[in-house]
């Protein structure tokens, strides 16, 4: 306030102009240049790391991506556009839900399209995939709302028995984005819808991990829903994303300063919790403390947007999808009727043998990878050892996902 003040009492000007021909411009362009450069050059400067890590974890500098470890992928026909998939390791069934690829690209707040009169929006299905017999079934949602939207995203999956399951599944409403609480027991024929949860905390929900039959963490994946500082959360990587803990009695944020949360996933016992932070092409490994807030253990750095990563049971290593080139995806406009061909991977993420202090804790090897054309923008990779399977999921494409077997050596 007193700065104001000052200004005001500041000696007046003299308007003479310099003799000097350089600034008989009056209001110089040249100057308006050096300032813009020298502004430039500041950002730049700050922001070193930023663009060296854009540069790595975009792939602008990759060339092509050569399939490796593709033979034997087969796409699963009658269904398109599946998020999240969850395998119960016990049952051999896969949980997923499916929309329209189409329409993803008119109602996805995930990816700021919000185009409330899409076509072919708002139907997306419940499915159940048997994998010892390849074929899956489009489960009735009993007591689900009448009317009510489903555009579905993550899933967290709480066993209350060996063969009863809560299933809580995000859901794009129009009226806002929800979790819904959903239950099976192995071998009915339909999936009983419960109660839906809506709070003022879970407003861009990506991904679930179940702790309890009313309990869960809740990933966001922006802080801003839509609007210029959306992008500029995006594009400057904030951190600024976190994670939520829900339960009946008391919900509240849990983890903070993630780039843009995205998939979680947690080991058989929930005392490790892997969330990736997709714009910060990164993994954070986090252990539940006993207030049920998290607490970082280890950040892991990868070379590509990180998508949903899904546990192993029996290694106990996390597999990763993801993003080989995103600027593909993001600089090519969806065009309509047009596969978006995003080159994705999947890699291995597993403890290091070696366990030296210097030595990094988790190591990382890619078991999949294509160049878009036929698997494309992997978002998740589920593993059934029994079975020598691996499901990867490619929510953006008129596939659903593609049954592989489970790479050599993985
Ligand atoms: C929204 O979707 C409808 C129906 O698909 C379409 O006719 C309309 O042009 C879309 N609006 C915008 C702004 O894209
Ligand atoms: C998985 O990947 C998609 C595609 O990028 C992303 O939008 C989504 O948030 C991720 N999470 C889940 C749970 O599928």
Redesign the pocket.
């Known amino acids: 306030m007193a700065k104001n003040n000052a200004k005001t009492s500041a000696t007046p000007q003299t308007h003479t102009k310099p003799t000097s021909p350089k600034a008989t411009g009056g209001f110089s362009v040249k100057t308006l240049f050096r300032d813009l450069l020298l502004v430039i050059v500041l950002i730049a400067a700050l922001s070193y790391n930023l663009i060296k890590d854009l540069v790595v974890d975009s792939g602008v500098l990759l060339g092509d991506i050569q399939p490796f470890n593709t033979e034997g992928c087969k796409p699963l026909e009658g269904l398109e556009a599946c998020?999240?998939i969850h395998i119960h390791h016990a049952s051999s069934l896969a949980f997923t839900t499916c929309g329209n690829a189409e329409a993803r690209k008119g109602w996805y707040p995930?990816?700021d399209k919000f185009n409330s009169s899409t076509e072919n929006a708002f139907q997306d299905v419940f499915v159940i995939y048997d994998i010892p017999s390849g074929k899956h079934q489009v489960m009735d949602l009993v007591g689900f709302p009448e009317g009510a939207d489903r555009v579905f995203?993550?899933?967290g999956i709480h066993e209350r028995s060996a063969t009863d399951l809560t299933i809580f599944a995000?859901n794009h409403r129009r009226t806002g984005s929800v979790v819904e609480v959903l239950e099976y027991s192995i071998g009915d024929k339909a999936v009983q819808y419960k109660e839906t949860i809506q709070h003022e905390l879970i407003r861009t929900p990506?991904?679930i991990v179940a702790l309890g039959p009313r309990e869960f963490y809740v990933s966001n994946?922006h802080k801003y829903l839509t609007g210029p500082i959306r992008r500029v959360e995006e594009l400057l990587r904030r951190q600024w994303s976190n994670v939520i803990y829900y339960s009946p009695e008391k919900t509240f944020v849990a983890f903070t300063g993630v780039a843009s949360a995205?998939?979680m996933t947690s080991n058989k016992d929930n005392s490790l919790i892997f969330l990736s932070a997709?714009h910060g092409a990164g993994m954070h490994v986090l252990k539940p403390q006993a207030d049920h807030t998290l607490s970082q253990e280890e950040f892991v750095k990868f070379d590509f947007y990180v998508?949903?990563p899904s546990y192993d049971p029996v290694s106990g290593d996390i597999f990763v999808a993801g993003?080989v080139q995103p600027y593909k995806i993001v600089l090519v406009s969806p065009e309509p009727g047009k596969p978006i061909i995003g080159p994705s991977k999947v890699v291995r993420m597993y403890k290091n043998p070696e366990t030296s202090s210097t030595a990094p804790k988790y190591l990382i090897e890619t078991v999949l990878a294509d160049d878009g054309h036929f698997i494309s923008?992997s978002?998740?990779a589920a593993i059934d050892r029994k079975h020598e399977t691996m499901l990867v999921?490619t929510?953006?494409t008129a596939q659903s996902f593609f049954r592989c077997p489970l790479p050599k050596g993985a």
């Open positions: 998020e999240d995930p990816i995203h993550g899933l995000i990506n991904d994946d995205n998939g997709c998508d949903n993003h923008t978002t998740v999921g929510v953006f």
